[in-house]
């Protein structure tokens, strides 16, 4: 059971460059969830899918684009990457509010994005 | 925007001694969580309340919710080596969660 997966762990790139970052769960979880996480600042929220089909933009979303591609896959892509946007992005899941259960996030690993 | 203050930022501890950190927010919330992160890795949840005044223990860990519900407290008894990474409390409103800025803790053996 791998729980949430995120691809790639770590990726270098240049001002300008495109990438996607890619997440996909396995406990039919119904909301899913992008976070990026900078020293001193806790973790940040980029964008949600709260159910498959929907998605919703966070504390901060400029910069980037997200898909909800089924119910299992949330992919979070930088059009156009700055050094700003150098971070460790998480991504996030739960069964969904409304859902009975403690309704807590799952992360994956991690991805770790540099900007130069 | 909705967000909770949490202190001390940073926290270095002889191993032995105790340790907490506090979560406040200015408005009433309807539930608060833990979260641990290791030293390179993800974060992991330990513990959700609802209650006011709610009180959770887990082995060496004691989880506070306030009687307004607008802070929320993690005391380790004993600090371990193992108790080494970042705390966060979080909470959900809707379908969104948001993070406190976190509590780092250094444990010198």
């Known amino acids: 059971n791998a729980g949430v997966t995120q691809t790639p762990k770590f990726q270098v790139l240049k001002t300008g460059q495109s990438m996607t970052l890619q997440c996909a769960q396995d406990m039919n979880h119904n909301s899913m969830y992008w976070y990026r996480q900078d020293p001193g600042m806790g973790l940040r929220l980029i964008y949600y899918s709260a159910s498959e089909g929907t998605t919703d933009k966070g504390e901060v979303p400029n910069g980037y684009n997200v898909s909800r591609l089924n119910k299992r896959e949330f992919s979070l892509r930088l059009e156009s990457a700055a050094p700003s946007q150098t971070s460790v992005y998480f991504c996030a899941s739960t069964e969904g509010a409304g859902i009975s259960g403690a309704n807590v996030l799952t992360f994956g690993a991690g991805s770790r994005l540099t900007v130069l | 925007g909705q967000q909770v203050m949490q202190i001390p930022q940073y926290q270095h501890v002889q191993e032995g001694e105790d340790f907490t950190t506090y979560c406040n927010s200015s408005t009433t919330l309807s539930n608060i969580q833990w979260y641990k992160q290791r030293p390179g890795g993800h974060p992991v949840f330990l513990i959700q309340l609802v209650k006011s005044g709610e009180v959770k223990k887990q082995k060496r860990l004691t989880f506070q919710f306030g009687e307004a519900k607008k802070n929320s407290s993690l005391h380790i008894t004993a600090t371990q080596t193992t108790d080494v990474g970042t705390y966060f409390c979080?909470?959900?409103?809707?379908?969104?969660?948001?993070f406190g800025t976190g509590t780092s803790l250094t444990v010198i053996p």
């Open positions: 979080a909470f959900r409103t809707g379908n969104q969660f948001y």
